[in-house]
């Protein structure tokens, strides 16, 4: 009997043809968006990625993460990129002022915050370098008529919560 492996996948990844033909899809379960955070009450502004060279604002990034491949992508000096450890060790670079932007998907780094017991507002977005739709990405070996059940699960599962949301408005 075979097993069902999956992963979350976000669709805007690196080789894009190449990843969609390693998988089966089902989603979109998720949009996200990357995004240049500083700390609370911060002065700054930014408008473009331009604006935050002129300024010489380092930014804490995961090496190898989206945040990471975004800005170096966009031409954002080496010099002003703070790789940080891991997205917790990025929080308090931010938070301790040794850097003066994070690159990162905002949900999770207002998660993060409050998993390290802040609250989810000690981070403020300031500019979006990102947004894309995360999919669970399920093992191409998988029979695609279950593919096709998972899909239809899903769809019905998010209508079913869309309705409702829309039926608690009033």
């Given at each position: 009997?075979?097993?069902?492996?999956?992963?979350?996948?976000?669709?805007?990844?690196g080789a894009q043809a190449l990843v969609e033909a390693q998988?089966?899809?089902?989603?979109?379960?998720?949009?996200?968006?990357?995004?240049?955070?500083?700390?609370?009450?911060?002065?700054?502004?930014?408008?473009?990625?331009?604006?935050?060279?002129?300024?010489?604002?380092?930014?804490?990034?995961?090496?190898?993460d989206i945040g990471a491949q975004?800005?170096?992508?966009?031409?954002?000096?080496?010099?002003?990129?703070?790789?940080?450890?891991?997205?917790?060790?990025?929080?308090?670079?931010?938070?301790?002022?040794?850097?003066?932007?994070?690159?990162?998907?905002?949900?999770?780094?207002?998660?993060?915050?409050?998993?390290?017991?802040?609250?989810?507002?000690?981070?403020?977005?300031?500019?979006?370098?990102?947004?894309?739709?995360?999919?669970?990405?399920?093992?191409?070996?998988?029979?695609?008529?279950?593919?096709?059940?998972?899909?239809?699960?899903?769809?019905?599962?998010?209508?079913?919560?869309?309705?409702?949301?829309?039926?608690?408005?009033?």
């Amino acid at each position: 009997e075979q097993g069902l492996s999956v992963a979350v996948i976000r669709e805007d990844i690196g080789a894009q043809a190449l990843v969609e033909a390693q998988f089966h899809w089902v989603g979109p379960i998720a949009q996200d968006q990357v995004v240049l955070l500083a700390r609370r009450n911060t002065p700054l502004h930014i408008r473009s990625l331009d604006a935050a060279i002129e300024q010489g604002l380092s930014v804490a990034v995961i090496r190898e993460d989206i945040g990471a491949q975004a800005l170096v992508e966009a031409g954002y000096p080496e010099a002003l990129i703070r790789p940080a450890m891991d997205n917790r060790s990025a929080l308090h670079m931010l938070l301790h002022e040794r850097v003066d932007l994070w690159a990162y998907s905002a949900d999770v780094a207002k998660w993060i915050a409050e998993q390290e017991g802040y609250s989810k507002d000690i981070v403020t977005p300031l500019y979006t370098l990102s947004e894309s739709y995360l999919y669970f990405a399920i093992n191409p070996d998988t029979d695609p008529q279950l593919v096709a059940e998972l899909q239809h699960a899903f769809d019905s599962v998010t209508s079913f919560s869309a309705a409702t949301q829309v039926g608690s408005d009033g």
